[in-house]
């Protein structure tokens, strides 16, 4: 576990250097069945979302990771990827044009599909994500208001300060860029210490599901948080655990 400064913010880590496909190695090389509850939990907030006609939606810190894509896509006219660090933008865009899926993406795509059970899905999700999707590379702090219709997030806000400060402002960035009523769909670390990417150490600030309920009580209605797999040792580095929130921006 790093040992990040919990007045350390965002600023201060080297986030262009993040390194990538070691991220991807270390959190997704080997598929846990947490990150199947991800996409489930996803799937269902987007899925019920979507009966009121296909979505807007933002992905908020995608990292090198194609989860939050497979949810959105089935139900999404677009998709938005909302990322700060220029690796992780370059490798999103080069993963997406590679003509071979890669094991893990096979099986987190069959988790999405099965999640969406009637709802048609593609049986090779890359070409309509490459045509729907648009790489942005932005940061939190600077998200466009009231510009999407849904908004999912996995471990962001959290996961890049170990300031609370910088914590409250980037979940009321992310609740306030999609519009009044649109779909949020949010997973957070609980009780964090930090975690390392390659050899660099990233700050996670420590919080309980109580700390995050009433950050978003006051951006959102509706809220509702899922504790899932929370145990007392690490998973992976940084992991033991998460909270999985859903709400409607007010
Ligand atoms: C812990 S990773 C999570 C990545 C991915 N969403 C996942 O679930 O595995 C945190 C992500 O936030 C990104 N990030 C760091 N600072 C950010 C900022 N100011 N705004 C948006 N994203 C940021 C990092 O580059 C990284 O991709």
Same mark, same amino acid.
């Given at each position: 576990m790093a040992n990040a400064s919990p007045a350390t913010g965002n600023a201060d880590f080297s986030w262009d250097r993040f390194d990538s496909e070691s991220y991807f190695q270390h959190y997704y090389g080997d598929p846990h069945p947490d990150d199947d509850n991800v996409i489930r939990l996803a799937v269902a907030a987007l899925g019920a979302a979507a009966k009121e006609g296909p979505l807007d939606i933002v992905d908020v810190g995608t990292g090198p990771n194609f989860i939050p894509l497979f949810a959105a896509l089935p139900v999404a006219d677009r998709v938005t990827v909302w990322e700060y660090a220029r690796s992780n933008c370059d490798w999103l865009a080069a993963e997406l044009e590679k003509p071979e899926m890669r094991p893990q993406w096979k099986h987190f795509w069959r988790v999405a599909r099965e999640a969406y059970m009637s709802t048609p899905t593609p049986i090779d999700p890359i070409p309509p994500l490459r045509a729907k999707t648009t790489i942005t590379q932005g940061s939190i702090y600077d998200l466009p208001a009231r510009r999407?219709?849904?908004?999912?997030? #996995? #471990?962001?806000?959290?996961?890049?300060?170990?300031?609370?400060?910088?914590?409250? *402002?980037?979940?009321?960035?992310?609740?306030?860029?999609?519009?009044?009523?649109?779909?949020?769909?949010?997973? #957070?670390?609980? &009780?964090?210490?930090?975690?390392?990417?390659?050899?660099?150490? #990233?700050?996670?600030?420590?919080?309980?599901?109580?700390?995050?309920?009433?950050?978003?009580?006051?951006?959102?209605?509706?809220?509702?948080? *899922?504790?899932?797999?929370?145990?007392? &040792?690490?998973?992976?580095?940084?992991?033991?655990?998460?909270?999985?929130?859903?709400? &409607?921006?007010?």
């Open positions: 999407w219709t849904a908004a999912t997030m #996995f #471990f962001c806000a959290e996961s890049i300060t170990g300031r609370m400060d910088e914590f409250e *402002q980037g979940c009321a960035a992310y609740a306030r860029c999609v519009k009044p009523g649109g779909i949020l769909a949010a997973a #957070f670390l609980v &009780r964090s210490g930090g975690y390392i990417v390659g050899d660099r150490p #990233f700050p996670v600030l420590s919080l309980t599901p109580e700390a995050i309920e009433d950050v978003f009580s006051r951006h959102a209605r509706d809220v509702v948080l *899922q504790r899932i797999g929370i145990v007392e &040792r690490e998973i992976r580095s940084g992991y033991s655990g998460f909270v999985f929130l859903t709400g &409607r921006a007010i």
